[in-house]
């Protein structure tokens, strides 16, 4: 945990909260598992089936797991006073355009939760 809390890129910060919480939490694991197959469904059959699990971030076009998305926003606040992906005082994610910069920086960190 010291290496996320001394790690500036951001990038590399999210990535090393997703495995952490990976690690750490079987529940998170289910759940990042679960995600994934998912996901590779969607990938797979260019459908995406709202009775499966995980619609979290599915705006961004890439769909991250609910509790990953709140570990991430959660160690961003902390760190750095704010968070990237979510403004607390508005209750509500920052852009939403599937083609801005914060998009192409989760599909960089996360491929593996890409919708298309």
């Known amino acids: ?5 001394n790690e ?5 910060r999210w990535r090393k909260v997703h495995d952490l919480l ?6 998170a694991l289910k759940e990042q598992k679960a995600q994934q ?3 590779k469904k969607v990938r797979e059959n260019k459908v995406y089936n709202k009775k499966e699990k995980g619609a979290m971030g599915l705006k961004f076009g890439v769909s991250v797991p609910r509790m990953t998305w709140q570990a991430i926003v959660g160690v961003d606040e902390m760190l750095d006073g704010k968070s990237r992906l979510f403004d607390t005082a508005k209750k509500e994610s920052k852009d939403r355009s599937a ?8 599909r960089e960190v996360f491929p593996e939760y890409r919708v298309n």
């Open 22 to 27: 990976g690690k750490t939490n079987p529940k």
């Open 99 to 106: 083609t801005n910069g914060l998009v192409q920086d989760l």
């Open 1 to 5: 945990a010291e290496d996320i809390v």
């Open 8 to 12: 500036t890129d951001y990038k590399k």
């Open 37 to 39: 197959r998912a996901l």
